[in-house]
């Protein structure tokens, strides 16, 4: 636009509109110039040589699209999260500073334009991916260029858009994102995700979703897992002391499949952790286990088998029907698998303020207790699973044989939380 001005008026005050437009785009402002070029009212068609003739020029408009405060917000989680946001815009380099320091990408946003980016080395654009936050006046390549940089990078990249042009970026980020609404059909297509609502807030949810989805999964491991290790442990002490089987195998399954399926239903339910957003990333190749799991796993396994075969020899030693000592043991696993899971649930000690925010978790505890008093007292289920009424006493001894484990486990974490 400027050169046509001042072929029109050749005391075309350039300098002062150049300051105009950066003054505008330090605001955050697109600024279009606006012009004007009188022809005659039959032209019929108008060429470039026709306006490279001359334009007058009648000043600049600011267009603003603020950010929404969700927009703002989702971000400051995501920077809490450590995870790194870049702004990939066609707008002039000052305008894209501008709307990222409104966005609050970073304290202090470095921008970097396409064609500067064009003249980097591939060592250097693997820098310059990780070190700034805005990228500005882009083409579709230098989009697809980012990306691949960041990977290089060894970066988990997720990358949005909605145009034609975003495509390549959109295939080749391990997560492309699309959206729903303003999204066209060649982006929805390349994409693993498309957002329904085109909102970017709904990024930060995922990211949140998702890390408790994570957790959930790896409680339900180490939940599981340390049931059928104390069945295995108890099977092989029997075979070494050339015992009896104190477990039937029907029994077993009852542990295994019912009570097993059924109270891991609660970590469907359980909710996101207090400051779940405040942890960095996982890094790339992590395992989901580590040394503590490991150990923590053990230790149950092993309290677990002794607390039901200590139980199960003392009932025996006190002349008490096999029957009873076997149906015992199968309560006394089931409860300590019931007492595991307050302690499996958080982090922290079980009484703690987290205690009843998954109240479904108490009505699946509910629903397993019908079960065993099923299991224990209904005749057909008595001949299925070889198990016999027990006494109140006997109740007591299973339930506290089974809190044994959450007093244990609220032992360690005490010492823990020093």
Known sequence: MYPMAQQQNEEFALDYWKEKVTELSEQGKRVVAVGVKPVASDLSEITHELLEEGIEFLGLAGIIDPPREEVIDSLQNMNKARVGVKMITGDHPVTAKSIGEQLGLAEKIKVITGAEWDKLTDEEKQETAMTHQAFARTTPKNKLEIVEALQEADQVTAMTGDGVNDAPALKSADIGVSMGIKGT?????????????????????????????????????????PTSFAEGLIIAFSILMQESMPLQATQMLWINMVSAITIQFAFIFEPAEAGIMDRPPRRTGKSLMNKHDIFQMAYVSVLIAIISLFAHDWLISMGADPAIASTMMVNIIVFSKIFYLFSIRTSRLAFSKVFLDNPRAFGIIFIMIILQLLLTYVPFMQTAFYTVGLSMTEWIISIICGMIILFVLNWIKSFACL
Request: glycine share 2%; no cysteine; net charge neutral.
């Open 185 to 225: 059909d060649v982006a929805k297509d390349s994409a693993n995700m498309v957002l329904a609502n085109d909102d970017f807030a709904t990024m930060s949810t995922a990211i949140r979703e998702g890390r408790r989805i994570y957790d959930n999964i790896k409680k339900s491991i180490l939940f599981l897992l």
